[in-house]
């Protein structure tokens, strides 16, 4: 992308960008996959997202629907071209249209994330409980974990009824092939819970134990256009025995049964101790770095503007309002379940300035100390805002789309808040509770995760 930049004010930056035709068809993909994943479209091997729209929802100019959307991609890879960090998202001003095959002008007027200072880079001094794991969560997941797994015994025979266990052997087929998927010659299955198709189900009521029975159920399939429909499944089914479901409880033989890549109950237990327990321990430094984000954030100086205060809060709200939806939960539940409209916007006016100054404050340390960040540190990053996708994965998506400004921030305070940590004074308490993250460090990270405001 081709950026000529001059400033024209205190922290503001004029910036005239040109995409390339590469450029615009690539946010044009981009709006257009996220349009389509919203509406349920189905990738096909071969075809492009313009292509799928309109065979699966009669769209037949998917670019002019979604250019709106696509418009508001391009900022982000014009600030990465000058490696700017904006206070906000900045808005696009545009004259003319976004088409596939042309090239596109826009204008972009950026305020600058201004720079604090803070009254003292001494090393900070907290107070945090010592590190314990609690041994008796490994014996409660494994109990969690029985109950997916569950023991059964032989029960006295009766007629199938819904709801009834049962062992059986089944073979299926489809157009005379054989199901080898659906093949067994020994499978607990219980009626009526939609382990199967009903049709299935059906052809069962009423056998017992040492009956055999041939018959014909519908499945549901899709056809050479991807289209939902039916399909004929022939069945055939012995019911061996009648079954009832016995408490299970974690044992060398359960272990064997459901687990094999273990030897024995105790080296499942090792195997979760240790995972377990690495985890608590990546919480507790967590919780111990954010005591110390706070601590140094009361040293916090100077005046953050109300501008700066209203788009932060803006950004926080929309993402907040996109994890309710996600949850199936309305906007005005959220609020009532939070003492209402007023309360919660304190609540987030207070957090918001907290997360401000907090990353401000971190903002300064990393100058003051000369710190640099490396693609390491961009990895642990992506693996703190993505802990279960691989790093250089997030790391390509945030080149794709635009946003290593944002990513770089968020490393470069990540690697201040760890200095924060190796250069101060941790005291380790008596036996207490655990420590606390302040409600602002871990709740707004996630209402922030998919912003363009980086989080410490």
């Known amino acids: 992308m081709k950026v000529n930049m001059r400033k024209t004010g205190d922290n503001i930056l004029r910036l005239e960008c040109v995409a390339s035709e590469k450029e615009v068809a690539h946010v044009l993909d981009m709006a257009g996959w996220a349009f389509a994943q919203a509406n349920g479209v189905q990738p096909q091997p071969g075809k492009t997202v313009g292509q799928c729209a309109q065979e699966q929802l009669g769209i037949k100019n998917l670019d002019s629907l979604v250019e709106k959307d ?76 029985s109950q997916g797994f569950p023991q059964f015994e032989t029960a006295d025979p009766k007629p199938l009824e819904l709801g009834d266990n049962c062992l059986i052997a089944l073979k ?55 289209n939902e429909t039916e399909s004929d499944i022939q069945a055939q089914v012995t019911v061996k025995e009648i079954q009832r479901q016995v408490p299970s409880e974690p044992t060398d033989e359960w272990v064997a049964m459901n687990f094999p890549m273990y030897s024995s109950l105790q080296a499942l237990k090792d195997d979760m101790t240790l995972s377990m327990s690495m985890q608590a321990r990546r919480e507790y430094d967590q919780q111990v770095e954010g005591m110390a984000i706070a601590e140094a954030a009361k040293r916090f100086n100077g005046k953050i503007s109300d501008e700066m205060y209203e788009h932060t809060r803006e950004a926080v709200i929309q993402n907040l309002q996109q994890e309710v939806t996600q949850q199936g939960m309305s906007w ?35 100058r003051h100390e000369k710190l640099k960040i490396g693609e390491n540190d961009l990895l642990k990053a992506c693996n703190t805002m993505n802990p279960n996708q691989d790093p250089r994965q997030t790391l390509a998506t945030f080149k794709e789309m635009g946003r290593m400004f944002a990513l770089r921030e968020t490393a470069q305070r990540m690697k201040a808040a760890q200095w924060l940590v190796q250069t101060g004074t941790i005291n380790q308490l008596g036996d207490s509770t655990a420590a606390v993250v302040s409600p602002t460090a871990q709740e707004m990270a996630e209402a922030l995760k998919n912003s363009d405001i980086a989080i410490p």
């Open 332 to 366: 005005e539940q959220f609020l009532q379940q939070n003492g209402g409209e007023q309360q919660l916007g304190m609540m987030l006016m207070l957090q918001t300035r907290e997360m401000l100054v907090q990353g401000f404050t971190l903002d300064a340390i990393y």
């Open 70 to 145: 696509a418009v508001e991609l391009l900022p982000p890879f014009a600030l990465d071209e000058k490696e700017i960090i904006p206070a906000w998202p900045p808005k696009p001003i545009i004259d003319g249209a976004l088409k596939r095959g042309d090239s596109f002008r826009f204008v972009i007027n950026v305020t600058t994330k201004p720079e604090y200072e803070i009254s003292s880079y001494d090393p900070i001094t907290i107070d945090v409980p010592p590190f314990h794991f609690d041994s008796s969560l490994v014996d409660q997941q494994l109990a969690q974990m």
């Open 172 to 226: 299926c087929f489809e157009d005379g092939e054989e199901l080898k998927n659906l093949t067994t010659e020994s499978r607990s299955y219980k009626l009526g819970v939609g382990y199967m198709p009903a049709g299935f189900d059906e052809g069962l009521l009423g056998m017992q134990p040492g009956d055999s029975k041939e018959f014909t159920f519908k499945a549901p399939s899709l056809d050479a256009e991807g």
